[in-house]
């Protein structure tokens, strides 16, 4: 049976290769093994197929609800690893979908932005703040620069300019089921973001410089 998150990677780091001046730094910072979740800057439609072509294992996603309602398409993004979530609101089908996926020792990469910036940094939200305390699961914050040059569907087939591509440090918070007021959701997501902003350009950290 043919793997077509492989043979998307395959494909997406060739066309990185050949069109884009692409940069990869701290790779070996990803663990091979164990429950994992990304986090990461988002700018692009080709951001998440640039960190699961990067990633020595497979990464599941997730996309805003309403890509699913197309048959067609939601046939291939759940065969690539993406999982419909509800935007702008509590989806606790995500949540249990996401500690599920964790519990099988699986990597899943989220956005904390929410939805796509310009290039700057914008305020986290805190869904995943709650994920990572739930799960005390490894986290690893990734950098990613250039891809807002060309953001559209065109970015993902032919990524052009110079996209750098940063893995940071593992890191992770205690495991919990204590309800988590305000100032200590805030302490967290600020530290999440932190992360990821290290990793990217000054003029690229907005609020988080």
Partial sequence: MLD????????????????ADFHIKGINNIPINGPLIF???HQAYVD??????ISPRKVNFVAKSEIFKFLPVAIFLKSYGAHPIKRNRLDLNFFRWAIKILNKGEALCLFPEGTRSDGVLKRGLPGIVHLA??????IIPVGIEGTNKNPGASGVLFPTGKIIVKVGKVFKFEKSNESLNRDTVDAIL?????????????DMRGIYK
């Fill in 133 to 138: 305390v739930r799960t005390g699961v490894n």
């Fill in 190 to 202: 600020d530290k999440i973001m932190n992360n990821i902003a290290e990793l990217i350009p000054s």
């Fill in 48 to 53: 998440p197929s640039l960190i699961s072509a």
């Fill in 4 to 19: 077509l998150n492989k043979i998307c990677n395959f494909i997406q780091l060739k066309s990185l290769n050949t069109f």
């Fill in 39 to 41: 986090v990461a800057n």
